[in-house]
């Protein structure tokens, strides 16, 4: 018999990525329209002089620009290499076999692929009719195998976000040897004042941590890098399990000219958020359920009509995001690029 991999991974989810097609415009992955700005380009050009040498492996700088930023000790500041990795290095340093993980579903695809490769049992909490994270179910599935929960505020893909007071009444009901964890990849394009900053619970809870990333308004998707703040303990145990090196050289330089350019890019939020809610209002008024959306997307929840719907806008020459049998999500883009999903949206209410 040939040398064989571990049997469980038959079953484990291959993740999949929002497709690309020649030709057609791409809206089936949460990236921003636009690239890095002038100043952090030329950052980065200027660093690609020293690529024969290795990286920071303790992302030092970076580390310490970050929890200058959050205003909390570097020591409960870790960075990855993008929310992926955070995930996978947070169910490494957490979970045992048979510890249980608790998330929403549908929400990121990763949860179920780090878990599972972590060998932590999963315990997914359906949505409620709001198509947001029912906190109350959510609460009442932990148990003394708990050790994780991952609460995506707002939501991927379904843009929704809980709000201050049912956090508040969540975290009150988790023990305090349960890990809340606050995925706030979105946060930038949050618009809402009734949505808390998740770092305020890091602050005030020892149980509570938050993941973020610059892939997405900071416009660094292809360089991946993200980072973690939390309790202390658990920060270090992240920078334990890190993979040396994962955040390159580019990665580290250009997430600190980011941060050095953060107004102005932040200023670019303003614009995709006046799209997202152009985009929403015109939806609705074609006649389409869009929930309340405060990240750069918006989710349409047509069921078993997902895949006919993003073959419809295929082909108009747009690329949307299906998940078969719950539902699309559409990044914002361009205003002619939102424009010609809308006409997509359009004549596929028209047609079908």
Not at 4 to 32: C, F, H, M
Not at 158 to 184: H, I, K, M, Y
Not at 281 to 290: F, K, T
Not at 326 to 345: K, M, Q
């Amino acid at each position: 018999m040939p040398v064989q991999p571990r049997a469980d991974l038959v079953s484990l989810p291959d993740y999949v990525a929002g497709r690309t097609v020649p030709g057609a415009i791409k809206l089936s992955s949460n990236e921003v329209p636009d690239g890095p700005l002038p100043s952090v380009a030329r950052a980065i050009a200027e660093a690609a002089t020293g690529l024969n040498r290795y990286p920071d492996p303790s992302v030092g700088k970076l580390a310490a620009r970050l929890a200058a930023k959050v205003g909390l000790p570097v020591e409960r500041v870790a960075v990855g290499c993008g929310s992926v990795s955070l995930c996978h290095q947070l169910m490494h340093a957490m979970c045992a076999p048979g510890d249980e993980v608790v998330y929403a579903w549908r929400s990121f695809e990763t949860y179920p692929i780090a878990s599972q490769i972590a060998l932590a049992e999963q315990v997914k909490v359906p949505l409620d009719a709001n198509h947001t994270h029912d906190l109350d179910a959510m609460a009442a599935a932990i148990t003394p195998r708990t050790k994780v929960v991952i609460v995506c505020n707002p939501n991927n893909p379904t843009g929704t976000a809980n709000r201050r007071a049912e956090l508040d009444r969540f975290l009150d009901r988790v023990p305090s040897d349960v890990l809340v964890v606050l995925d706030e990849a979105y946060r930038e394009f949050v618009t809402d004042p009734d949505v808390p900053d998740g770092l305020d619970y890091v602050r005030a809870r020892d149980n509570v941590a938050v993941l973020r990333t610059f892939s997405k308004a900071y416009g660094l998707a292809g360089l991946r890098v993200g980072y973690f703040v939390g309790p202390e303990q658990i920060a270090a145990a992240m920078r334990k399990v890190y993979v040396p090196f994962s955040v390159n050289s580019l990665a580290q330089i250009a997430a600190m000219a980011s941060l050095d350019a953060e107004q102005e890019l932040l200023a670019r939020c303003g614009t995709i958020v006046a799209e997202r809610e152009r985009v929403r209002a015109a939806l609705l008024d074609a006649g389409y359920e869009v929930p309340d959306t405060q990240a750069n997307f918006v989710w349409l929840p047509l069921g078993d009509a997902a895949l006919d719907f993003s073959e419809h806008t295929l082909a108009n020459k747009v690329v949307v995001r299906a998940f078969a049998g719950d539902g699309v999500r559409v990044t914002i883009g361009r205003p002619e690029e939102n424009d010609l999903f809308l006409h997509a949206a359009r004549s596929y209410r028209r047609t079908s």
